[in-house]
């Protein structure tokens, strides 16, 4: 039996969307194509007839990762984006959660094209909470961005730690409560007059 064209786009874009799950949930050295494919309901072989590599697959799963993410953040401010993002919820849920939490770390060793896919979500990222702040002049511009980097930073940076302790840690629990809290106090200025 001949498969369609629309079928075989319909097998592709399955097979991205399983590897997008698995590869958050285990990263990308704990999924082999034969797994990968067997979760997906496919043949090992026909792997290679959607993907020259597990490479080419590792991109176009982390953009279909980052694409959820930014669907989520439509008209989201900063104070939503932290609330949510350093919850227990999107902790826990390894295989849905960030892309950028659940593989910046097997990102920065794969290859060029894999980072310029982090680097293009990322970018997307800050461009949607920078979008919902309305900063007007170059120079507050310039301050919003440093600002929301350094908050996008903070929060991944906090959801990987707590990531990193058991499940049931009081550890896990306040290192996401800290963090959260620290991001949505009020900002003061660093800057004296005399």
Do not use: W
């Not at 590897?19 to 194509?33: K, N, P, Q, S």
């Not at 067997?38 to 007839?49: M, Q």
């Not at 949607?128 to 310039?142: F, I, K, M, P």
């Amino acid at each position: 039996m001949k498969v369609t064209k629309a079928q075989v786009e319909a097998n592709r874009a399955h097979i991205v969307e399983t590897a997008c799950t698995l590869f958050r949930e285990r990263g990308y050295d704990g999924v082999g194509v034969a797994e990968l494919m067997a979760t997906a309901g496919l043949t090992h072989g026909g792997f290679y007839r959607h993907f020259a590599s597990k490479a080419e697959l590792m991109a176009e799963a982390a953009a279909c990762g980052m694409a959820k993410t930014k669907s989520l953040m439509d008209g989201v401010d900063m104070a939503e984006f932290i609330g949510h993002y350093l919850s227990r919820e999107h902790r826990d849920d390894r295989s849905g959660g960030c892309t950028l939490a659940a593989l910046s770390g097997d990102a920065a060793r794969q290859p060029d094209a894999i980072k310029a896919t982090f680097a293009t979500g990322l970018e997307n990222m800050l461009a949607d909470l920078l979008n919902a702040g309305g900063q007007s002049s170059e120079e507050a511009q310039r301050h919003a961005r440093a600002r929301v980097i350094d908050s996008v930073a903070h929060a991944l940076g906090a959801l990987v730690l707590s990531r990193a302790c058991p499940d049931d840690s009081p550890l896990a629990d306040e290192i996401l409560e800290v963090c959260r809290t620290a991001l949505l106090k009020p900002r003061i200025s660093t800057t004296t007059t005399n």
